[in-house]
């Protein structure tokens, strides 16, 4: 699903991001990756959906090789994947509803199947009431769960999230949480970037720790490791 072979980022300013990573993560996991700040959690998590591209080795996510993948090929490729942000990214003059469609629309589904679609999102992260809401009029944890709602719409096999609790509350983290859980366990593969020790060490999953762009620990129920 998700293996990278030696892998090395070095950012044009001389920033040694990623240090020779092989990680591979199979289908249906649920991965945290954790680490201090400048660690390289970020850039490993870019890589995957190739935001960056490596200086060095291979990416291989849902068989698509992205050392080799032609430009006109990836857009292909992010459909297959959900990302998701600590900062939600939603635009900010459409609904809730429409926030969601546009990934749909892209893709010239019929609006029979997009009206169905959407509210099945809608209602996986228990949102089907605020479709018409613009999301300046929702709480922080209810535009995450739009922008998750957004991410798995095209149903992808891979969901990654970079911090997707790092901008809300503790109650409300946890709700994100049962709705990243009950994804995964309908089949999609989670790979979530953290910094939050209470969740890591309490729902816990296969824990990956990099410092200094390597990966220094990496544990089938592992915790967090840090303090913070
Ligand atoms: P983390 O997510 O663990 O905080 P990052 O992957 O964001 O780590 O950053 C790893 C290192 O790469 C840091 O030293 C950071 O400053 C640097 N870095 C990140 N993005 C860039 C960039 N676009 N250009 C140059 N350096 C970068
Ligand atoms: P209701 O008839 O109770 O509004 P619907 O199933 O027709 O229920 O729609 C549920 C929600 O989905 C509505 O509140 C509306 O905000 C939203 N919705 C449905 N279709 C569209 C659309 N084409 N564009 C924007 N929002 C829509």
Redesign the pocket.
Known sequence: MIEMKDVW?T???G????NGIDVSISKGEFVYVV????????????LMYRE?KPTKGNVVVNGFSLETIKEKKIPLFRRNLGIVFQDFRLLPTLTVYENVAFALEVIEESPANIKRIVMNVLDIVGLKNKARFLPHELSGGEQQRVAIARAIVNTPSVLIA??PTGNLDPDTSWGIMDVLEEINNRGTTVVM?THNKEIVNTIRKRVIA?EG?RIVRDQVRGGYGYER
């Open positions: 980022k950012y044009p300013n920033v040694m991001a990623i680490g201090p700040s400048g660690a390289g959690k970020s850039t490993f998590i870019k960056e970079d911090e970037a990099i762009g």
